[in-house]
C-alpha cells in the first residue's frame, strides 16, 4: 500500500465512515476501493512563514484531506445534532453542496438507505472533479449535468453549484451546505452566493428544510488570491444578512444551533424550511 493511502486510510476512511449499509460494504472495504482506485491522496500541508496553514492552493476551500483535519469520528457531529430538525423518516430525498470527498455524504445515505417503504434518494455535488472521483470511489454513482436523478441511489457530480448555467434535476427534501459559503462569495461575489440562495429556495420541496453552516465574517479574513479580495472588497451580502435575505426567498429560519466547549464543530449552523 502506498504511503500516502495508508496515511490517509487510517486518518480518515476508517474514522470518518463506520456503518456500513452502502451496498453491504464494511468500511474497510470502501477504504479498500478508495486505494485501488488511487484516490487514497494527501494534500500538501503548506505553511507560511509563520507556520500558519496555507489554503492558496485550494480556491474553493477544495482541501484534499478536510475530513482528516477536522477529526470526524463515527458520525458528524453536525448530523447528530440536526437529527432532530431534519425529519429523514418523511424527508428523504437529500442534497448536500460541496460535497468534498463525500464523507459526510455516505454518512447521509446511511441514515436514509434503508428506509421504508424505499430508500432514500441522495446527491452529493463539488465543484472539484477530483473530491468527486474521491466520493465515488467510496460508494455511489456518478452523474452527469442532464441526466435524470436516480431515485432510490447514492450519487455524486461535479457541478458549480454558482454557475447559472448549471440545474440540478428535481427538487429535495434536504438541502445541506456546510462551510461552503464563503467559498462561494470569494469566487462568485455576492451575485454568486445570491443565485445560490435562490436555486435552493427553488430546489428546496415545500416543507423541506436548508441547513447552512456559514463562515463567519471574520474568517474571511485571509485571502491568498486577488478575485478573492476583489469580491471580498465589493461584498454587501454579509453573513449575518443571511437569514433577512433567506427570508425574502421564502425561507423561515427554524433553529440556530450553536457549537458548545466539546463540539467537533465551530460554527454556528442555522436551519430554515420553505412554508407549504
Ligand atoms: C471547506 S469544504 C466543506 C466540505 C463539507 N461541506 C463539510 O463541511 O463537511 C468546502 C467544499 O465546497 C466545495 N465548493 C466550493 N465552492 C463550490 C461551488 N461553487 N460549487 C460546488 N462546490 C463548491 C469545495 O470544493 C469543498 O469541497
Known sequence: ??????????????????????????????CENREKAG????????????????????????????????????????????????????????LDIGCCS????????????DAAPAPGTVLGIDIDSDLIDDAVAA?????APGDVMPVGELSFMTANI???????????????????????HVNFGDD????????????????????????TWKQYKRLFHDTHKEHKRAIKLKPDQFPAHLKTLGLDEIAHIQPTDGSQFKRDIFVFTKHA
Request: charged share 25%.
Open 39 to 94: 484516490v487514497c491522496k494527501k494534500s500538501k500541508d503548506v505553511r507560511d512563514s509563520n507556520g500558519r496553514f496555507d489554503s492558496s492552493p485550494y480556491p474553493y476551500g477544495n482541501y484534499r484531506n478536510y475530513y482528516s483535519f477536522r477529526g470526524v469520528v463515527d458520525r458528524d457531529q453536525r448530523l447528530d445534532v440536526l437529527l432532530p430538525h431534519l425529519g429523514l423518516k418523511h424527508r428523504r430525498s437529500v
Open 192 to 215: 454568486g452566493l445570491r443565485r445560490t440562495f435562490k436555486k435552493i429556495a427553488d430546489m428546496l420541496a415545500p416543507d423541506g428544510i436548508f441547513v447552512i453552516e456559514p463562515q
Open 162 to 184: 454558482a454557475d447559472p448555467d448549471v440545474a440540478l434535476p428535481g427538487t429535495f427534501d434536504v438541502i445541506l451546505l456546510f462551510s461552503v459559503s464563503k467559498w462561494i
Open 1 to 30: 500500500m502506498p504511503e500516502t493511502a495508508s496515511t490517509l486510510h487510517d486518518a480518515s476512511c476508517s474514522k470518518s465512515i463506520v456503518s456500513s449499509t452502502l451496498e453491504g460494504d464494511s468500511v474497510e472495504k470502501r
Open 139 to 143: 460508494g455511489g454513482s456518478r452523474m
Open 102 to 113: 463525500g464523507q459526510v455524504t455516505h454518512q447521509v445515505w446511511d441514515l436514509v438507505s
